[in-house]
């Protein structure tokens, strides 16, 4: 895969991590639109992590299943074919993220940060903010109890680390990885948004 060449302009490439409820459903799409670039949300929604492993039937299930231990319940031949399915998704992922990349982007979750961490010009940003924020936003941006939000803060937080960190092998709460890392709790979402637009237009351009 051939990846930009330091020195020469390049659309803006923004990755953005969250901890559940930091408002980058908000975030993300605002920035995009301000950088003239595409949004791709996360790939896997709330809802359908808020389902127990194996209840899903389409792609999630196989990520549970690639990812072994007490997300895959698999036993003889099973095993065999999630590793080899491990292998597809990694691929199949990976390609989008560095095809998406090429024509700027800003990108949600989808280890954006490990795969475009030598990307030219990309911008790699964590949102985070303290939990009972977090809840107060997600309950109120959707719509549901504080309670059900919790719930869904408990186990998306857990959920989405544990996918990077089986199958990418990175923690994604790691805040080395990032360029910023902004309290959406203390700064508010109108100021973050300034913000990652300010350094998504300053990493795209190329230095002397």
């Known amino acids: 895969m051939s990846t930009p060449q330091p020195g020469r302009a390049a659309r803006p490439v923004v990755t953005i991590f969250e901890s559940y409820g930091s408002g980058a459903d908000e975030v993300g799409p605002r920035v995009a639109e301000a950088l003239g670039v595409a949004f791709h949300a996360q790939a896997f929604s709330s809802e359908q992590l808020e389902q127990p492993a194996g209840q899903d039937e389409g792609l999630l299930s196989r990520v549970f299943a690639a990812m072994g231990g007490s997300y895959a319940a698999l036993d003889g031949p099973a095993v065999a074919m999630a590793q080899r399915d491990e292998h597809e998704l990694l691929l199949r992922n990976t390609d989008w993220v560095t095809d998406t990349a090429r024509s700027g982007a800003v990108i949600i979750g989808r280890n954006g940060a490990f795969i475009l961490a030598g990307w030219p010009g990309a911008l790699h940003v964590r949102l985070d903010a303290a939990v009972p924020r977090r809840v107060e936003r997600a ?51 109108d100021a973050c948004v300034d913000i990652i637009v300010h350094a998504g237009r300053v990493k795209a351009t190329p230095t002397a």
Do not use: C, F
């Not at 186990?155 to 092998?169: F, K, N």
């Open 139 to 189: 309950a109120r941006t959707h719509g549901i109890s504080p309670e059900r939000a919790a719930k869904r803060q408990r186990r998306e937080d857990e959920v989405r680390a544990d996918m990077s960190i089986r199958l990418y092998g990175w923690d994604p709460r790691d805040p080395t990885r990032y360029d910023l890392v902004l309290n959406t709790g203390t700064l508010g979402l």
